[in-house]
């Protein structure tokens, strides 16, 4: 089974600049979450699709990042335009659906975004 | 609002020492407590996980203990190896209901020297 794939790996913007992060997860998964850890403090919860719906949006910063999961397979999540702050790693993470007691969260390898 | 503080945020210890990580919630509807381990360049695993109804779980060299009424949870791996050597994070969730949001912990850099 394919785990959850993050693409690109790592991205260097300048500021003013935009980036889109794109996530394919587990075949299968209706969950879908992307979060974000700054510069070795914790691991922020953004967003929660279940299928193309978004359930939870509550952790999303601004309104300069825009996250989309078209028909409810991969997503993925722009900044537009980056400020040096959204710097950091950006995890994407899947679970089947239902509770996290039945369905934990898979996370991907995650995209290191650096803004200069 | 919710949080999850952790400690240390650094261990080194001996090969075959153990090694013991805390957390602390503060959300007091949180019931399940996963811990996550992520190696170099790799995302968050997860290695254990206690609901609410449990105060202990182990698998292995790894054990999890739980303290509802502190508000603690706590992370053992007894005779450490090298490749233990991580980053760990303790996260809280309200289990209940269809999500699947993690409130995480700042993360313990741990080193076992050989």
């Known amino acids: 089974e394919a785990g959850v794939t993050q693409f690109p790996s790592h991205s260097v913007i300048e500021k003013g600049q935009t980036v889109t992060l794109r996530c394919d997860p587990i075949s299968g998964h209706d969950n879908l979450y992307w979060y974000r850890r700054v510069m070795g403090k914790e691991i922020k919860f953004l967003l929660h699709f279940v299928k193309e719906s978004k359930q939870d949006e509550s952790g999303m910063p601004n309104n300069r990042f825009l996250a989309e999961r078209t028909g409810g397979t991969y997503s993925t999540l722009k900044v537009q335009p980056a400020e040096l702050e959204d710097s950091g790693v950006y995890f994407c993470?899947?679970?089947?659906?239902?509770?996290?007691?039945?369905?934990?969260?898979?996370f991907g390898n995650g995209t290191r975004l650096t803004v200069t | 609002g919710e949080n999850v503080e952790q400690h240390p945020s650094t261990l080194s210890v001996q090969e075959g020492d153990s090694a013991v990580i805390k957390c602390t919630y503060s959300?007091?509807?949180?019931?399940?407590f996963p811990w996550y381990k992520q190696e170099l360049g790799k995302g968050p695993q997860l290695i254990i996980d206690i609901r609410s109804n449990v105060g202990e779980k182990k698998d292995q060299r790894i054990a999890v203990t739980l303290n509802k009424t502190a508000k603690h949870f706590s992370l053992h791996i007894t005779e450490t190896q090298p490749e233990d050597s991580a980053v760990y994070f303790c996260a809280a969730s309200r289990g209940s209901g269809n999500t699947g949001k993690l409130i995480f912990g700042q993360g313990t850099t741990l080193q076992v020297k050989p």
């Open positions: 993470a899947s679970s089947q659906g239902g509770t996290v007691f039945n369905s934990p969260l898979h």
């Open positions: 959300d007091s509807a949180s019931n399940y």
